[in-house]
């Protein structure tokens, strides 16, 4: 059952019927981001799991977060993160701008490439697992099933078991949310093990994946060119369009055997 606090009651109007009933939204409101007391960034999110939002936020940019707590004045929608070693200006440069060529995609990849490391892992999916993969990712997403309003992901098992769920209104912070699960429950890097993904595959999901150690990341939609270019750099396995038993493979195709 989805959680209280990620649903909200409204009264809607059907068409063309005209029958006017009750309805469930998910729930967006602001997240502050604190990092050793400053604060770094703000996102829209659905509430729940807001210190492993944190922890994977920070930790996909490259903040190498120790812990994640209320903050010491209770304020609400804010999470205050424990980064010894971070480098705040990270967050300033994350437009990845360069006198020579400005931002672009040149500039994004070699930004990542500082955190990620080329993903080396010998995993090996069989098809049938990753074809399975969307079906039981939404089949676990009791938030979505009540409102239809949330993007999901999934961090599942080389036998498609699912390990851990995560959703929220913005995509990356499901991703960051089930990151952070992963770093509190001594899992990073994520070598041995699938990202699943509700949507499309955009850039920010194929870095996260990337600085996970994640060797394959799977989706319901398409990947931009960009999120493309990436995986192959990095070495990520990228399978979009996964959907009625078919799928199609970006990059690094040999880890998933027919």
């Known amino acids: 059952m989805a959680t209280p606090h990620e649903t909200a009651r409204a009264t809607v109007r059907r068409l063309p019927s005209g029958v006017q009933e009750g309805d469930r939204l998910a729930v967006e409101e602001p997240l502050e ?12 999110r659905t509430p729940g799991h ?18 994640a707590r209320p903050p010491e004045d209770l304020a609400a929608n804010v999470v205050e993160v424990d980064a010894p070693d971070a480098d705040l200006g990270r967050i300033q440069r994350s437009f990845y701008t360069s006198s020579s060529c400005g931002v672009c995609g040149k500039g994004a990849l070699e930004a990542v490439a500082v955190d990620a490391p080329r993903i080396e892992s010998d995993l090996s999916v069989p098809f049938g697992v990753v074809a399975a993969l969307p079906e039981a990712l939404q089949a676990a997403q009791t938030t979505f099933a009540a ?6 992901t999934g961090l599942f098992a080389p036998d498609g078991e699912l390990i ?21 429950d001594g899992r990073l890097p994520l070598a041995r093990w699938i990202l699943c993904v509700s949507g499309r595959l955009s850039f920010e999901l194929v870095q996260k994946a990337a600085v996970a150690g994640c060797p394959v990341l799977v989706a319901v939609g398409a990947p931009s060119s960009l999120a493309v ?14 959907r009625d038993g078919a799928a199609t493979v970006y990059t690094a195709p040999e880890r998933i055997v027919a």
């Open 33 to 44: 981001i604190r990092v050793n007391g400053t604060a770094v960034a703000v996102t829209m």
């Open 50 to 67: 807001d210190e492993e939002l944190s922890l994977g936020f920070c930790l996909t940019e490259g903040l190498r977060p120790t812990s």
């Open 147 to 152: 409102t239809g309003g949330l993007h999901g």
């Open 164 to 184: 851990c769920v995560r959703e929220d209104v913005g995509r990356h912070n499901a991703m960051d949310k089930v990151i952070g699960w992963a770093f509190g």
């Open 229 to 242: 270019e990436l995986a192959a750099d990095r070495g990520v396995t990228l399978c979009g369009f996964v």
